[in-house]
């Protein structure tokens, strides 16, 4: 549905909100490479594969964060696309992917570079059959 | 914040009282104007850490405090592992031994001034900074690993310094006990050559002038003298570090639950220092620190390079390098016991007073210079430690000017490119390689640089050696 950002006063709030959890984490991930580079103008080519899992939705959606920024540093990448499973085993698991492209400082706009993803402000919430998913990154 | 939830001790001291499970009360060293106007989660922040298993004294914030995530920025905590004290991830955060250091030169402001523009463009050139950037050193992932054992001392070992940079380091260069096992592959394959890499944010490599000299005995002993030209250099860990950060959040989030540690705010998540996963985490950050120590002697080599290829003579010496986003093991008095005590400063300076073994045997008896990086375009100091910061503050101070405006809002108010002009006209060439970026920085954006550093020299924490003016500024 939709993503943005929200002040902090050191860092950057990022927001995503979705018809169904899986839609909030990929908007959310959205906010997070807008908060890096304009991500309008990364091309989505080359996938890459996330999985990562956690006690909890809420650090879930930490963990989901946090293993996309390392593969995009790891790749040299910025990403614009994202696809999000979620199940729940024993604990919550995330199989999905990221669609971006090679960083380029010329074509991308370079804003922040993103540190991580925190516990601060963390929410992963179902209000009138939305979802909404946000914390605090550290830039 | 509203001045009256605080207890007066003094004009720059102000007590939260230890309520419910606080287990030690909250302090806040700054003026009641700083106070007023801090954000009221500084205070919740000070009291959320004042829970935490093992804390000793109480759980501080410095001048310039701003709300971080579960410390805030500017805090400093100590905990004691023989009263069930605890390591926690946001008593660090993620970019560990973010810190700063600073070369004299032997260039006046006369004869830099009419080439800075020449002097900037040169290291814009030289030193890698920005998002994703590579350096200019390959190293081997074993050349990685004894990085991150013996940090700058190795990169030293290199060529890439002279041994007088680590006699000036903190720590001369290196912390032992730091095992890169503990240090996730990931976090291996995302050092990705970032040695020697400025990185993003509010990075800096800053020339700048001796404005003002507040104590003439303290400054010739730093080797400082009126409008000399110094260099000073704001980077940390780079992915790394970063890396190692959020691994660590995650053991430490577990490690909370395994042992039943109740926390105030998710993050705050910590594991006992006597714990598998404390020490693991001790080590990796650590490794981290090492790691932030070795980028910052590779960006003074090409500071030297760059600064040799526009003044042929010119010769840049260390006046003293340290990192404000630190855990470390010291010794310190608590009720006149002498303690082994773990202190997190995220966002805050060590400041040892005079004596202390830490202190290179040069500056021993002044104290440890502590180096405050204000802003672009105002102003940045050197301070020295105290007796009394030992005793109030475990020898800690501010580390900055601190943020008194959100990123969003100052992108809102500036334009990057704009300020540069603007900056331009007061004298200060800036080249920046994300205008959005450069925009959040801007010195408007920040605190008082000048009250925040009044109010550590008035409470005697640390007292005001120079002030230093920035003519060029060179930002990730």
Same mark, same amino acid.
């Given at each position: 549905m939709s993503y #943005?950002?929200?002040?902090?006063?050191? =860092? !950057?709030g990022i927001k995503g !909100?979705?018809?169904? !959890?899986?839609?909030?984490?990929? #908007?959310?991930?959205?906010?997070?490479? =807008?908060? #890096?580079? =304009?991500?309008e103008k990364v091309k989505a080519e080359k996938k890459i594969e996330i999985e990562c899992q956690a006690q909890n939705k809420e650090e879930l959606f930490v963990e989901w964060l946090n293993s996309l920024l390392s593969q995009a540093s790891l790749n040299e990448m910025v990403f614009s696309k994202f696809?999000?499973?979620i199940k729940k085993n024993k604990t919550f698991e995330i199989k999905g992917y990221a669609l971006g492209e090679k960083l380029d400082s010329e074509k991308h706009n370079i804003k922040d570079e993103v540190k991580g993803a925190t516990y601060s402000q963390l929410k992963v919430e179902q209000k009138n059959n939305k979802w909404v998913v946000q914390c605090i990154v550290d830039v | 914040m509203e001045i009256s939830r605080f207890k007066k001790i003094n004009e720059y001291e102000w007590e939260i009282a230890k309520t419910g499970d606080m287990r030690v009360p909250g302090k806040i060293f700054a003026s009641s104007k700083l106070i007023k106007e801090m954000d009221e989660k500084v205070l919740e922040q000070v009291t959320n850490v004042a829970t935490l298993p093992g804390i000793q004294k109480a759980s501080m914030a410095m001048a310039d405090a701003h709300w971080g995530y579960g410390f805030p920025i500017g805090g400093v905590a100590a905990f004691d592992a023989n009263d069930g004290g605890v390591v926690s991830v946001g008593g660090v955060g993620f970019d560990v031994n973010c810190g700063v250091r600073t070369l004299r030169t032997n260039l006046t402001r006369k004869e830099v001034e009419p080439k800075i523009k020449e002097l900037i463009d040169?290291?814009?050139? /030289?030193?890698?900074?920005?998002? &994703?950037?590579? &350096?200019?050193?390959?190293?081997?992932?074993?050349?990685?690993?004894?990085?991150?054992?013996?940090?700058?001392?190795?990169?030293?070992?290199?060529? +890439? &310094?002279?041994?007088?940079?680590?006699?000036? %380091?903190e720590e001369e260069g290196f912390v032992n006990g730091a095992d890169p096992k503990n240090v996730s592959d990931l976090a291996l394959k995302r050092e990705k050559?970032?040695?020697g890499t400025l990185g993003s944010g509010n990075h800096y490599l800053e020339v700048q002038y001796v404005d003002e000299i507040y104590d003439?005995?303290?400054? *010739?002993?730093?080797?400082?003298?009126?409008?000399?030209?110094?260099?000073?250099?704001?980077?940390?860990?780079?992915?790394?570090?970063?890396?190692?950060?959020?691994? +660590?959040? *995650?053991?430490?989030?577990?490690?909370?639950?395994?042992?039943?540690?109740?926390?105030?705010?998710?993050?705050?998540?910590?594991?006992?220092?006597?714990? *598998?996963?404390?020490?693991? +985490?001790i080590s990796a950050v650590r490794c981290a620190i090492n790691y932030a120590f070795a980028n910052r002697q590779v960006i003074t080599y090409l500071a030297r390079k760059s600064f040799k290829r526009i003044f042929k003579n010119s010769e840049l010496k260390m006046v003293y390098g340290i990192g404000h986003n630190t855990l470390k093991e010291e010794k310190h008095k608590v009720n006149g016991k002498q303690k082994h005590l773990f202190v997190h400063r995220k966002g805050s300076t060590r400041a040892f007073g005079p004596g202390r073994q830490e202190i290179p045997q040069a500056y021993r008896k002044a104290g440890q210079p502590v180096l405050v990086g204000g %802003?672009?375009?105002?102003?940045? +100091?050197?301070?020295?430690?105290? /007796?009394?910061?030992?005793?109030? %503050?475990?020898?800690?101070?501010?580390?900055?000017?601190?943020?008194?405006?959100?990123?969003t809002k100052a992108k809102k108010m500036w334009y990057g490119k704009k300020l540069a002009e603007e900056l331009k006209k007061k004298g200060i060439y800036i080249r920046a390689h994300s205008m959005p970026g450069l925009a959040e920085e801007a010195p408007g954006a920040y605190k008082q640089v000048d009250e925040v550093v009044n109010s550590m020299h008035n409470a005697d924490i640390a007292k005001k050696i120079v002030k230093l003016k920035p003519i060029g500024n060179l930002k990730g």
């Open positions: #943005e950002t929200f002040p902090h006063e050191a =860092d !950057i !909100i979705g018809k169904t !959890i899986e839609e909030a984490f990929e #908007e959310a991930a959205k906010a997070l490479f =807008d908060v #890096e580079v =304009d991500i696809k999000v499973n | 040169q290291l814009f050139r /030289d030193v890698p900074a920005g998002l &994703g950037i590579r &350096g200019e050193i390959s190293l081997a992932p074993e050349q990685v690993k004894r990085v991150l054992t013996e940090g700058a001392k190795y990169i030293v070992d290199l060529g +890439y &310094g002279l041994p007088e940079d680590l006699e000036f %380091t050559k970032q040695v003439e005995t303290i400054a *010739k002993i730093f080797g400082l003298e009126k409008n000399q030209i110094l260099v000073t250099i704001h980077c940390g860990s780079r992915a790394l570090g970063h890396q190692i950060g959020t691994d +660590y959040l *995650k053991i430490l989030a577990e490690a909370s639950r395994k042992y039943g540690i109740t926390i105030r705010d998710r993050e705050l998540v910590c594991a006992p220092i006597n714990s *598998k996963e404390g020490q693991k +985490y %802003t672009m375009g105002t102003c940045s +100091y050197i301070l020295v430690g105290t /007796d009394i910061g030992m005793e109030r %503050t475990f020898g800690s101070a501010c580390h900055g000017a601190g943020r008194a405006m959100s990123r």
